[in-house]
């Protein structure tokens, strides 16, 4: 299979949202995506600074796959990167999209000069955890994602 790894531009937004959606679904989540194309647009390209960084795999028949990836600061180690999500189209699964995704992730985070790459994996998803895993990344068992939503913030107790 021949494909790039390249960085995304405005262009391959609704691409990159299709993705997240395809995610969503597989997650068993289907309605839980509300971002729009215009607002990866506005957040990622538009005039105030970067919210994301987006990597796209693209092949002969168009994009293939994303890693989407944002800067955090660890008071334990400083400049981090998290990654938000890694998403190869599941017809593309198992054709080194993956691996060649994480790879750009970790050089960019390298040449930043992180400290430290996170991101969240469900519990459930034994053969994302097994790839992790198989690149060395190490799944932390005994924490537990915290969120508020906008509700909670809205509604947060002052």
């Not at 289907?30 to 506005?42: C, K, M, S």
């Not at 017809?91 to 790459?117: D, F, M, N």
């Amino acid at each position: 299979m021949t494909y790039t790894i390249r960085p995304a531009v405005i262009r391959d937004m609704p691409a990159v949202h299709a993705l997240i959606v395809e995610l969503a679904v597989f997650e068993r989540e289907p309605d839980a995506v509300t971002l729009t194309v215009e607002q990866l647009i506005e957040d990622g390209f538009g005039a105030s600074a970067p919210r994301f960084h987006c990597f796209v795999a693209e092949d002969a028949e168009g994009i293939a796959g994303m890693a989407l990836i944002y800067p955090r600061y660890s008071t334990w180690k400083g400049k981090s990167l998290h990654l938000e999500d890694l998403i190869v189209k599941e017809s593309k699964r198992g054709t080194g999209l993956g691996s060649a995704l994480l790879s750009a992730v970790v050089a960019y985070g390298a040449a930043e000069g992180v400290a430290r790459i996170s991101w969240e994996v469900l519990s459930w998803n034994q053969s994302a955890i097994d790839f992790y895993e198989s690149k060395g990344a190490k799944v932390l068992r005994d924490w537990h994602v915290v969120q508020l939503s906008a509700e909670g913030i809205q509604h947060f107790p002052h």
